[in-house]
């Protein structure tokens, strides 16, 4: 069975540049996750998909971040305009069902450097 | 609202000896705990889960957690560690009521020495 896909890995932009980051979650996974992981710091939930629709994203900067699941399958976060805090690791991740005891697999993540 | 204390941020130990992760909680309901490890340049994995029923739970490789409803917390063992156990162990928490969210602790950085 294939894993969370991520990519890119790595990314270094400037701030006020843009960045996007794409996910392909588990085949039949009907929830999906972006967590940001600030270096030191556990995974801070931004936002969470069922299919394609919102379901959490009270923790998600609305003014520069947005995110989609047009499909309810792949999803895209992207930051608009980047600043030097937004420098992390952003985790995708993706689970079965949207219940919390079931398992979230997640992906290796995009390390984003701002400078 | 919820949340979860790791209280070390690094725990240095040698290759056989016992270990003891600890992890606090915070929740005014009840609540699904997990330990997620993260070896090096790898994503997070499910390590073990207390969802209800037996206090103890253990994972494949020898680690196992205790659920403590009165001290609220969920440490995690491991009675003899190998090299390949140096990762980043996270604990989290999932209220059974409310938003649907899962709240990570800061992580706890376990280096195993030769």
């Known amino acids: 069975e294939a894993g969370v896909a991520q990519s890119p890995r790595y990314k270094i932009i400037e701030k006020r540049q843009s960045v996007a980051f794409w996910c392909n979650p588990i085949?039949?996974?009907?929830?999906l996750y972006w967590y940001q992981q600030i270096l030191g710091q556990g995974p801070k939930l931004l936002i969470q998909?069922?299919?394609?629709?919102?379901?959490?994203d009270s923790q998600l900067p609305k003014d520069r971040f947005s995110a989609e699941r047009l499909k309810g399958v792949d999803s895209t976060l992207k930051i608009q305009p980047a600043k030097l805090e937004d420098s992390a690791v952003y985790l995708c991740?993706?689970?079965?069902?949207?219940?919390?005891?079931?398992?979230?697999?997640f992906g290796q993540g995009t390390r984003l450097t701002v400078v | 609202a919820q949340s979860v204390t790791q209280l070390d941020s690094q725990v240095p130990v040698f290759e056989e000896a016992p270990v003891e992760l600890r992890c606090n909680y915070s929740?005014?309901?009840?609540?699904?705990l997990f330990w997620y490890v993260q070896y090096p340049n790898q994503g997070l994995q499910l390590l073990l889960k207390?969802?209800?029923?037996?206090?103890l739970v253990e994972s494949i490789n020898g680690f196992e957690a205790e659920f403590n409803k009165s001290q609220t917390s969920f440490h995690l063992r491991k009675p003899s560690v190998h090299i390949s156990d140096t990762a980043e162990y996270f604990c989290?928490?999932?209220?059974?009521?409310?938003?649907?969210?899962?709240?990570f602790g800061a992580g706890t950085r376990l280096f195993v020495k030769a």
């Open positions: 991740a993706s689970s079965l069902f949207r219940q919390r005891n079931t398992e979230a697999f």
């Open positions: 085949s039949g996974h009907a929830t």
């Open positions: 998909f069922q299919n394609n629709g919102v379901v959490d």
């Open positions: 929740s005014s309901v009840s609540v699904y």
């Open positions: 207390y969802l209800s029923g037996s206090t």
């Open positions: 989290a928490v999932s209220e059974h009521t409310g938003g649907f969210k899962t709240i």
